[in-house]
């Protein structure tokens, strides 16, 4: 039997339309604009592709883009006025800085210098204390959108064996996190975890989240599991070309899973679909009104 395959693209392109409807209400309703400003420091070629999809996408919804690009040699010290002036800018309601940031700049510091209620990545430490303590958080939009998809395809998860391949503060811990608030038993692996095949067969839900290709072979996993393939790999293909992959053997587990996202079209287009979400809900906040519904955890 082979698996549901779980259309993040088309889930996205809802949401986003369910995000430009209640923009063109806020206008309307209270002359306001939700407005996203991203900061992207250096050339990096995968970078600069998902900094002109959100931009063209925030237009799209009827948002304001305002897009900053700085050269890699910029001070940290540079950095830090510039989102200094976007704390400060009412007309900017959610700030995301494109990671990584060059090797001579502690990102700790200047994600921590983002304004918590403009932190639509949601990766301020008050906002990670939020998620982890089960408060209302900004929830940072990969995981968010993953969890999503999770609900719709499951419905209820509470019980269930879920496992999370990777513990970056940006993907795997943050899931971990949703997940327990779904009742789920959750582990989490990472490069030192022994026999990780035999950890994920045990699991109902899989979310893989490692940035090694096709690493997941399709006979780790446990017949009719839901699989989240988070990887985004570029690896050489035929004629010279590169395409995408992710961290799931694909075409293997889709013979044994229940559910399963494709790379592309899977959690990338919906992290873009959430980064939109958590700014119309950062404007919504900011201007005292009612968050929007079925936006947010
Ligand atoms: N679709 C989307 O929207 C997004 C996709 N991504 C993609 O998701 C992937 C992960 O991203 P990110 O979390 O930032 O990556 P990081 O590199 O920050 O983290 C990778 C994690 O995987 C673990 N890991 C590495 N090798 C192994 C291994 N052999 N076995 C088990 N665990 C391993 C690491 O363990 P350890 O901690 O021990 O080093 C680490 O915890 C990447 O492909 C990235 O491009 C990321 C963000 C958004
Ligand atoms: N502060 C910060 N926040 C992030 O959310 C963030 C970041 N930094 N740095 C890089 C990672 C990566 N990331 C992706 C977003 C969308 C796609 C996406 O839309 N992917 C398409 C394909 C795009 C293509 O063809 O290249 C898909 O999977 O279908 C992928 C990856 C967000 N990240
Ligand atoms: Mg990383």
Excluded at 68 to 84: F, G, K, M, V, Y
Excluded at 168 to 188: D, F, Q, R, W, Y
Excluded at 195 to 208: G, S
């Amino acid at each position: 039997m082979s698996a549901t395959i779980i259309d993040g693209k088309a889930f996205a392109a809802d949401i986003r339309s369910r995000v430009a409807e209640q923009v063109a209400a806020l206008k309307t309703d209270h002359g306001i604009t939700p407005g996203l400003a991203v900061v992207l420091v250096g050339s990096d070629a995968a970078s600069e592709v998902y900094v002109r999809s959100k931009g063209r996408m925030t237009v799209e919804v009827g948002m304001e883009s305002f897009e900053h690009r700085l050269p890699e040699e910029t001070s940290e010290a540079d950095l830090l006025a510039l989102i200094a002036q976007l704390n400060a800018d009412p007309a900017v309601h959610g700030i995301l800085v494109q990671l990584p940031l060059p090797g001579h700049m502690n990102s700790d510091a200047v994600i921590n210098a983002i304004d918590p209620t403009k932190d639509v990545d949601g990766f301020h430490i008050s906002n990670v204390g939020l998620l982890g303590t089960g408060q209302k958080a900004m929830v940072p939009c990969t995981p968010l959108g993953c969890l999503m998809m999770l609900r719709e395809h499951l419905g209820d998860m509470s019980g269930k064996e879920a496992i999370v391949i990777g513990r970056s503060n940006i993907v795997g811990k943050p899931m971990a996190h949703l997940l327990l608030g779904e009742s789920c038993t959750v582990s989490i692996a990472h490069s030192r975890t022994k026999d990780i095949a035999d950890v994920v067969r045990r699991a109902d839900i899989v979310v893989a989240a490692v940035g090694r290709p096709k690493m997941i072979k399709g006979d780790w996993i446990k017949p009719g599991a839901t699989v989240i393939d988070v990887g985004i790999n570029r690896v050489e293909a035929e004629g010279g070309k590169t395409r995408l992959v992710g961290d799931v053997d694909f075409d293997a587990a889709r013979e044994v899973a229940g559910a399963i996202t494709p790379v592309p079209g899977g959690v990338g287009p919906m992290t873009i679909a959430c980064l939109l979400a958590n700014t119309l809900t950062a404007a919504c906040r900011a201007n005292g009104l009612p968050e929007p519904e079925g936006l947010t955890v």
